[in-house]
């Protein structure tokens, strides 16, 4: 009966394998690299296996015991499997071995493993009655049917529940747009991508501990012709294959090494995805595509505390003179009016109309005046007592002013107390990027336009001379400005630092300083100059100011500003770097499942030309 069962040619296997990956391995650009240890298969497959065997319902052939075993060798994955099993038509136990292969396949970013059992051999038949009144070889053609259907039935539920193990990488390679510049404080908004990459090309490495696969991707999913199974014709020796064997061997590690780390004999689940292809998918979604992020700016308070000084020489103590004011002479009621009325006088039989004054109002009329001239008389006398005082009071000032001009060179006059900060917008439109191929850094282009809300303080208080020469009491005054710019187009770039957190990788992005120029229509120091309240508290300052015009006033104060980035804000004008926070994007670690079920956390490692998911 065992004739019936070809036996399993391992070499013939290994040879198929070999002459089917070196077709590919010589034009393989690898993108993702991927190695199963011994121990992963050798703890998950047995059970799988087995698991299938025990589950066949088979009406005539009930399996009892099913003790597979998985094995590596040079380019071949091996099973055999210790069985035994009851032939109920005819009350028969037999016992055996099963012999096959495991056939690998990758489909997305999983790995599939079919278990393909070819043969099977009978050690030991056992009736459990009494021996069928049958010849051995009746006996064998009724075990064989029964033994091949069950080994066609196992081998298509391996097909349909497919041992396997999900390795990830399709999540690695995902980019979120809307994430790119994420933080606390900045938007962005792009294209929505959903980015595939197909596998194109593979090649499989068998060796005693392990199975290394390489993958080509591509980035649109072709139509291919299923790739014929390749028939070993040549009976090499077992040199020869040992020789074909090496030359593929060190091909294959030469093409891991050049793209991925070296990985030990107690890898147990690895995952290599080459910086290259990270930053290839960035740039094929973001080299035509424009983002646009909106980033808060915030401009720092800037304040000066100046001494308002001016050199005696240029100060005229005349010029403190204050000019006389007094009310004009007003009377409540005028006294220019006519007293003269009409009278009808009868003479004869004749009526005649007549003009004459009356006296009750003319006497009225005299007492007005006479309260009026009275009343002008008293405000004559108190319009020339207030001129004398004022002339006094000028002459006071004056001489005070003479007193401290003498007393030094400069002369303090007070304190001038500015500040101005800001906040707003920058509204960036993002484009031309390109990621190095070692995700090091990022070019971009931006430009854009700010939107900046400018508060400012001016506070003067006189000091000494000063409440004679500038202002007389405390003057103070709050602004609000709107300014908008631009922000000048240009090359930035940013820098990546990869840093382990915990078990993630965090990337942080550096961004250089983005240049920005903003102007209001109307700076702080024009409102401070339309202020009426300037003219009321600081006459002669205000007068002092104006003497030049707005635009000399505005020059005047900001010439008293010894801060020139202050200065630059109170003339409305705003010009500078603005530098984005630092943005951060997490890589997580990859969880391997085996068969949907059975979760193992990978660790992630910044290689040189990979990023790394080891278990």
């Not at 055999?80 to 038509?89: G, I, K, M, N, Q």
């Not at 016992?95 to 099977?120: E, H, N």
């Not at 770097?577 to 499942?593: G, N, S, V």
């Not at 979760?599 to 490692?605: L, M, V, Y």
Request: aromatic share 8%; proline share 4%.
């Amino acid at each position: 009966m065992n004739k019936e069962f070809e036996p399993l040619s391992v070499k013939d296997q290994q040879i198929k394998s070999l002459e089917e990956n070196i077709k590919n391995i010589d034009s393989l650009e690898p993108n993702i690299g991927i190695r199963i240890g011994k121990d992963i298969l050798q703890e998950f497959l047995p059970k799988e296996i087995e698991q299938g065997a025990k589950e066949m319902n088979e009406p005539n052939f009930k399996v009892h015991e099913f003790k597979p075993s998985v094995d590596l060798t040079k380019q071949a994955i091996i099973i055999e499997a210790d069985f035994s099993a009851s032939l109920l038509e005819i009350q028969t136990k037999i016992k055996g071995k099963l012999k096959g292969y495991i056939a690998i396949s990758s489909v997305k970013d999983s790995i599939f493993l079919l278990p393909a059992l070819k043969t099977l051999k009978v050690q030991d038949i056992e009736f459990t009655d009494s021996k069928p009144k049958l010849t051995n070889r009746a006996i064998a053609a009724l075990i064989k049917p029964a033994a091949k259907h069950f080994l066609d039935n196992l081998n298509g539920h391996f097909i349909k529940k497919m041992p396997s193990i999900y390795t990830g990488w399709g999540a690695v390679t995902k980019l979120n747009t809307s994430e790119l510049f994420s933080n606390n404080e900045t938007t962005i908004t792009g294209p929505t991508v959903d980015i595939g990459r197909y596998i194109k090309t593979t090649s499989l490495l068998v060796d005693t501990k392990g199975v290394s696969i390489l993958l080509e991707l591509e980035k649109r999913k072709q139509t291919r012709v299923s790739d014929s199974v390749v028939v070993a014709t040549n009976k090499s020796s077992n040199t020869q294959l040992q020789e074909y064997y090496k030359t593929y061997q060190n091909t294959f590690t030469e093409l891991w090494l050049k793209n991925f780390q070296t990985y030990g004999d107690s890898t147990r689940l690895s995952v290599g995805i080459t910086k290259s292809t990270i930053a290839g998918i960035f740039n094929d979604v973001l080299s035509t595509a424009s983002l646009n992020v909106n980033h808060p700016i915030n401009i720092p308070k800037s304040a000066s505390n100046d001494k308002l000084e001016i050199d005696r020489l240029k100060l005229d103590c005349n010029s403190v003179r204050e000019k006389f004011s007094f009310p004009d002479f007003k009377y409540g009621k005028s006294c220019k009016y006519s007293c003269m009325k009409k009278i009808k006088v009868r003479i004869g039989f004749i009526k005649i109309t007549k003009r004459i004054e009356d006296p009750f109002c003319a006497a009225a009329r005299t007492a007005c005046k006479v309260a009026r001239e009275t009343a002008r008389v008293a405000w004559q006398t108190s319009r020339e007592t207030a001129r004398i005082a004022h002339q006094v009071y000028n002459e006071g000032r004056v001489a005070a002013c003479k007193i401290a001009v003498e007393a030094s060179e400069l002369v303090n006059l007070g304190r001038l107390k500015t500040s101005s900060e800001g906040e707003g917008v920058a509204q960036l439109n993002i484009n031309n990027i390109a990621m190095s191929n070692d995700l090091s850094s990022m070019h971009l282009k931006t430009k854009g336009n700010v939107r900046l809300t400018l508060k400012s303080s001016l506070e003067i208080q006189p000091q000494d001379i000063g409440h004679l020469a500038v202002c007389s009491v405390n003057y103070d005054k709050r602004i609000t400005t709107r300014l908008k710019g631009d922000i000048f187009t240009q090359f930035s770039e940013i820098n990546f630092d990869p840093v382990k957190v915990g078990d993630d990788i965090i990337l942080t992005g550096h961004v250089a300083p983005i240049g920005y120029k903003a102007k209001a229509d109307m700076s702080p120091l024009h409102e401070l100059l339309g202020d009426p309240l300037l003219a009321t508290k600081c006459p002669f300052l205000y007068s002092t100011l104006l003497a030049g015009g707005i635009a000399g006033g505005a020059a005047a104060v900001l010439g008293l500003i010894k801060d020139p980035k202050l200065q630059l804000l109170l003339k409305g004008s705003a010009v500078g770097a603005y530098e984005m926070e630092p943005f951060t994007q997490k890589l997580t670690p990859i969880i391997f499942r085996i068969n949907n079920g059975e979760d193992r956390k990978s660790n992630i490692d910044w290689g040189q030309n990979s990023i790394e998911y080891n278990y």
